[in-house]
């Protein structure tokens, strides 16, 4: 017993460690940006600053505006065309901010999955990183999973979701 209790010390220690050192360099690296390419950074500062409710009201603000200098002018013949490019470049703009720092959110949540199956010493290891599996190993393990809650659940258990009525 004092042998597991030992290994498992040891190996506590060694996690805490690369714990301690994954903490630092991501604090050194949060603040210093280097970690990310320019371009990230620029996403990211326009996901941050849309995020903020000022942004809402900004933008509809500018609306209103847009709204008034249009009724000032009499809507001249190039204000439906100023108003079509402005916000389609918009749009296009906050559609790759956001799949960007989305896209980016889902990679940082799953490595933290895939640290906590690592360190679960029960848990199935084909799981981590299960996003890159084939299409037949998935179903596979979907397959398992689905018997092994029946399994735990007796014969109370529901019919799988696919298969149960409209």
């Known amino acids: 017993m004092a042998n597991t209790d030992n290994g498992n010390e040891s190996m ?6 690369r714990l301690d050192q994954s903490r630092l360099v991501t604090r050194i690296e949060s603040i210093a940006g280097r970690d990310k390419q320019w371009s990230s950074r620029i996403l990211h500062g326009i996901g941050t600053v849309s995020e903020h409710a000022a942004a809402g009201l900004s933008a509809a603000g500018a609306l209103v505006l847009w709204v008034a200098v249009g009724i ?11 108003l079509y490019v402005t916000s389609s470049s918009v749009t296009v703009v906050m559609v790759f901010a956001l799949q960007h720092t989305q896209a980016r959110q889902q990679a940082v949540t799953q490595r933290k999955l895939d640290e906590l199956l690592r360190a679960q010493p029960a848990a199935d290891d084909r799981l981590i990183a299960l996003e890159g599996a084939s299409d037949d190993e998935l179903g596979a393990l979907t397959d398992l999973s689905q018997a092994n809650r029946e399994r735990a659940l007796g014969a109370d258990a529901p019919p799988p979701i696919a298969d149960r009525p409209a």
Request: net charge negative.
């Open 12 to 17: 506590n220690a060694d996690h805490r460690h």
């Open 72 to 82: 000032a002018t009499a809507f001249p013949p190039w204000w439906d065309n100023v």
